[in-house]
């Protein structure tokens, strides 16, 4: 009952640096997802992926890049990490009828830090 | 563009109070619309979903929500709070964007019970 696991679960980077997070889904889920928590802004969506091989922008996407080489993992990359991508980074799949009404299933969060 | 907007950023009841969130959205038709809860250094769960049909809602823990299209809200309600409610609660709706359904969700509701 793995669902839908991060890694890393936290990270220090320094300004400049690039990096990659990974999230993998054991449910067959079509869709992925990831967002940024911040506080008092709820969750904002980077990017999300409709199926193997696509993906599309979300509401902040600059900065990220995002691949979803197989079915069940979708990266997250930061190439050039800065001080305003520190943020917890969420995770979510859901199964994604063309009628969009099933739910999201989350992972448990990255925190990431950027100095 | 679809929103969600929650009203209050947080909300204090005492134990056994009536518990009051409220969620107003914008949205194409039909809106799908979600309740999620998030506990401390956790990621989301579904409280509860409205698709089509019934448009009082109930979920997990005695949660419930009403779906009223006049007002555009999604107001999630339990009739007695619990010590072990308190967490933080995101509403959602599910928006068809150019590469396929997306959930955008609201700021969040920290929701703090008083003993």
């Known amino acids: 009952n793995a669902g839908v696991t991060q890694t890393p679960k936290f990270r220090v980077l320094k300004t400049g640096q690039s990096m990659t997070l990974l999230c993998a889904q054991d449910?067959?889920?079509?869709?992925m997802y990831w967002y940024r928590q911040d506080p008092g802004m709820g969750l904002r969506l980077i990017h999300y992926s409709v199926g193997e091989g696509t993906t599309a922008k979300g509401e902040v996407p600059d900065g990220y890049n995002v691949s979803r080489l197989k079915k069940q993992n979708f990266l997250l990359g930061l190439e050039s990490a800065a001080p305003s991508q520190t943020s917890v980074y969420f995770c979510a799949s859901s199964v994604g009828r063309p009628t969009g009404n099933t739910e999201a299933f989350f992972g448990q969060g990255t925190r990431l830090t950027v100095v | 563009a679809q929103s969600v907007t929650q009203l209050g950023s947080h909300v204090s009841v005492s134990e056994g109070a009536l518990v009051l969130l409220r969620c107003n959205y914008s949205?194409?038709?039909?809106?799908?619309l979600f309740w999620y809860v998030q506990y401390p250094n956790q990621g989301l769960q579904l409280l509860l979903k409205?698709?089509?049909?019934?448009?009082l809602v109930k979920g997990i823990n005695g949660f419930e929500a009403e779906f009223k299209k006049s007002e555009t809200s999604f107001h999630l309600t339990k009739p007695s709070a619990h010590m072990s409610d308190a967490a933080e609660y995101f509403c959602?709706?599910?928006?068809?964007?150019?590469?396929?359904?997306?959930?955008?969700f609201g700021a969040g509701t920290r929701l703090f019970v008083k003993a």
């Open positions: 959602a709706v599910s928006d068809r964007g150019t590469g396929g359904f997306k959930t955008i």
């Open positions: 949205s194409s038709v039909p809106p799908y």
């Open positions: 449910m067959n889920h079509e869709y």
């Open positions: 409205y698709t089509t049909g019934a448009t």
